[in-house]
């Protein structure tokens, strides 16, 4: 079972190892946690947690040689290059 911010999202079988998580909300910290159930139904309260900042706050830069460019220009399009 695992969960995201302490909301169950996604129940897999056991021997899967790995979940996929898209459309994260930016500029927030992400909580997951993953717990085991058995075949009786009982739940483990003691699975692995972790958080992911998403709260980045530098900003992307090039550095100072970098260059835009064109490689190809035609009448209603163009190529550009960096």
Known sequence: M?????????????SILSVSIDQLALEE??????????????L??????ISVDLSDQIPPSFPPEAELNTSTVSPRSVTLIW
Do not use: K
Not at 2 to 14: A, C
């Open 29 to 42: 910290i992400h909580v997951f946690r993953i717990e085991a159930v058995d075949a009786s139904g009982q």
């Open 2 to 14: 695992f969960y995201h911010q302490n909301i169950l999202i996604e129940t897999v079988e056991s």
């Open 44 to 49: 483990s309260h003691t699975g692995p947690v």
